[in-house]
């Protein structure tokens, strides 16, 4: 009985001793106890070793560590059981002084890895100057604009270059914390990864960003680098080298298994959309895919597009299938942003599976203008045990030029459109063209609206010979006016017979009415080509002339108390005088009506001239230039010639053309002698009582109206 007791009393003894110290203990010696497993992991049962055996297991342990190499991955998730804790940093890689050879300045943040802005540095480039007095010119970034909290971590709601997502990964962290993801915990600045340029004192030319994940099984990586210019004179519109950014991605496999990866790369987010009330584009997702042949494809997809699809509930993917993508990225008026995937190149199996546009933030008045951005989504990549896979990017930040994007295989993102009967490819010819002359002009240093009226001179001397054809005939027409009076007087009730009668009058004058119209139309394709000339050249953007400061939109002379409906909010003087000198020129050149029909056209004139002053009043300032020159022109060139150039005598049809070889003469053949030959044979056919083919139907209805009672 008293051993049972004694053995009762010992095991109360001991259970409460050990409750004590299992209790007290981890608080007074916290050092003698291991953390517990976390919820929802387990320590895998090994086979039990003895104390010498497991003291040895920790020795090697811990000389491995000391080594460098890693220990086993589910001893790793079992020891970390918390987020990687790194600083918030930014860093910058190129540089805003294009002395130093760079094109961009980058500004990374540690929170993703991704691209905060990226600068162009060439001071032709600086962002649109604000209206309001005073205010400072800043560089314009090609990314990251009106994106903001990109510096914060876990709370970075916008997408920001660069960052990376993969779905594995990211559900583990969210068990760690619901807010935890790649593109918002803070990555590590790998210090011996960060390359000063040697040409450049204290200009970074490289940075390597790097993390682990919790669970032991990936070191992922990401190195930016900026590329420069080797040669300080090298023609900065024809090497694209300082406008690309190298982004290499490496996915390091720590476990003792082979595993697979699937990432989505956040592409170009944040594209300015400058001066959008006039902006002849908006942006654009645009991709190039190169086919198996070695062809390319190309397409854009509008932003307007994109937020109607969203709206519609799904946005479609862009997929590549067997092919490659050659480029994808945004796409406005005068920059782009795209990403050149360098599985190609390298030889390597294609990165992407495809890409998918993003609506940023929708605007829901103007769909246009929405932020939009595209998120390139790879294909399923293997990783073997203990090694690594890389990937290459590059990112070509910088303006459009065809120079600039043909090494590249990019030139048609440049892209121009037809108009009526002008295909789009004469277009583009026309507008290059236009453009080579005055950058030939702009090269002997004259300033860019000089060089649209030097241009207009050449294209008005061009059309001399056409222009005094037009001076011509407006002689003779004041000449036939009379004669057509007489003819409508006489002709009255039978206007068949008038109109016979005119253009007998037009073949022996020598008159042509639709000459007028022909140096309008000569001018035309010169009208389109200018203006998506305006409107895709980088080198019209922010050229001053007069008061204002950009040729390629409006002049903006000062703003408006109230928004006019169909004007806007700002008063614009040039569509004013272009409109002004139009309407002159109409009634410096038309003949003063002489009847009510006259008089209409010339009311239906005005109006529409009118008309064309609302719609002149948002294109570019450079396109009123080349109009303003032009009426100038054309005015003081009539005048001129109605001088000089005296009336021809009347050509008809029996004027005889000698042939400068001998031979007989040959009667003159023109469209009105031609059109006057068959109206002579008409009127010689006539039926069997003397009626002429014209007039029979007429006969026949004066003989019903007699007939009838």
């Known amino acids: 009985m008293d051993q049972q007791r004694r053995l009762l009393t010992f095991t109360v003894l001991s259970f409460l001793i050990l409750f004590g110290w299992m209790s007290v203990g981890p608080k007074l010696f916290p050092g003698m106890f291991p953390p517990a497993p976390p919820p929802g992991k387990q320590v895998k049962e090994q086979d039990p070793k003895p104390d010498d055996a497991v003291a040895d297991d920790k020795g090697a342990d811990e000389k491995k560590v000391e080594k460098g190499d890693k220990p086993d991955a589910e001893v790793v998730a079992v020891a970390e059981t918390k987020l990687p804790d790194h600083p918030t940093k930014a860093v910058v890689i190129g540089s805003d002084d294009p002395k130093t050879g760079f094109g961009l300045k980058v500004t990374l943040s540690s929170v993703g890895a991704g691209i905060v802005s990226a600068e162009l540095n060439d001071p032709r480039y600086k962002a649109l100057k604000p209206f309001q007095p005073g205010a400072a010119v800043l560089q314009l970034s090609l990314l990251g604009n009106d994106l903001t909290n990109k510096l914060q971590p876990l709370k970075a709601a916008p997408p920001v270059t660069g960052q990376l997502a993969i779905d594995d990964i990211d559900k ?58 080797e040669k300080a004179d090298a023609n900065r519109d024809e090497d694209p080298t300082g406008y690309q950014l190298a982004v290499q991605l490496s996915f390091k496999n720590l476990s003792s298994k082979e595993l697979t990866v699937v990432y989505d790369l956040q592409g170009p987010a944040g594209l300015p959309l400058e001066n959008a009330e006039n902006a002849s584009k908006f942006r654009d997702v ?6 198996q042949d070695g062809s390319l494809t190309t397409n854009a997809v509008a932003s307007a597009a994109i ?25 406005t008026q005068y920059f782009t942003a795209l990403v050149f995937p360098q599985d190609a190149a390298q030889k390597q199996a294609s990165y992407l599976d495809f890409a998918k546009p993003q609506v940023v933030q929708k605007n829901a008045a103007l769909p246009a203008w929405s932020e939009v951005s595209v998120q390139l989504r790879s294909v399923e990549h293997t990783v073997p045990a203990e090694d690594e896979i890389t990937h290459d990017y590059d990112f070509y930040l910088g303006p459009k030029r065809v120079a600039l994007l043909t090494p590249l295989g990019a030139e048609k993102v440049i892209e121009f459109s037809g108009f009526l009967f002008i295909p789009a490819s004469l277009v583009a010819v026309i507008a290059n063209g236009l453009l080579w002359v005055l950058n030939t002009f702009h090269g002997f240093g004259l300033p860019y609206g000089i060089c649209i009226m030097l241009l207009t001179v050449l294209v008005r001397s061009c059309m001399f010979p056409i222009s005094r054809k037009q001076a011509v005939n407006a002689k003779r027409m004041k000449e036939v006016q009379p004669r057509i009076a007489e003819l409508k007087a006489k ?22 009415p639709l000459s007028g119209c022909l140096p309008v ?61 139009f309407l002159f020129q109409q009634k410096m050149f038309m003949p003063p009506p002489t009847d009510e029909q006259t008089r209409m056209q010339a009311k239906v004139f005005f109006w529409m ?40 005598p009347p050509t008809s049809n029996t004027t005889l053309l000698i042939p400068p070889n001998g031979g007989p003469a040959k009667p003159a053949n023109n469209f009105w002698s031609r059109m006057k030959d068959k109206l002579e044979k008409m009127g010689e056919m006539q039926d069997v009582n003397g009626v002429p083919v014209s007039g029979q139907k007429r006969q026949r209805d004066k003989d019903k109206r007699k007939s009838r009672p």
């Open 172 to 229: 583990k962290l969210r068990k760690l914390d619901a807010d935890a993801n790649l593109a918002r915990l803070c990555w590590e600045v790998v210090p011996e990864d960060v390359e000063v340029a040697a040409e450049a004192k204290g200009v970074l030319k490289s940075v390597t960003f790097g993390i682990k994940t919790p669970d032991g099984l990936w070191e992922l990586r990401k190195k930016y680098e900026v590329r420069r210019w």
């Open 609 to 648: 001239t009118l008309m064309m002053g609302f719609m002149f009043y948002h294109v570019p300032a450079g396109l009123c230039v080349y109009f303003i020159a032009s009426s100038v022109w054309s005015m003081g060139e009539r005048k001129l010639l109605d001088r000089v150039v005296p009336t021809p």
């Open 307 to 331: 937020v109607k699809e969203l709206d519609n509930g799904k946005i479609q993917e862009l997929k590549a299938g067997n092919r490659t993508f050659q480029y994808i990225g945004l796409d």
């Open 286 to 291: 645009k991709f190039g895919i190169r086919e």
């Open 521 to 581: 139309l000569m001018q035309l394709p010169i009208f389109i080509g200018l203006y998506q000339a305006l409107s895709t050249s980088v080198d019209l953007r922010r050229a001053p002339f007069l008061w204002f400061d950009n040729l390629a939109a409006p002049d903006a002379l000062f703003q408006l108390p109230i928004a006019v409906p169909f004007l806007g909010n700002w008063f614009n003087l040039l569509p004013i005088i272009t409109t002004s000198l």
């Open 491 to 512: 002709y009255a009730d039978d206007k068949q017979k008038f109109a016979e009668e005119q253009m007998k009058l037009f073949a022996e004058t020598g008159f042509n």
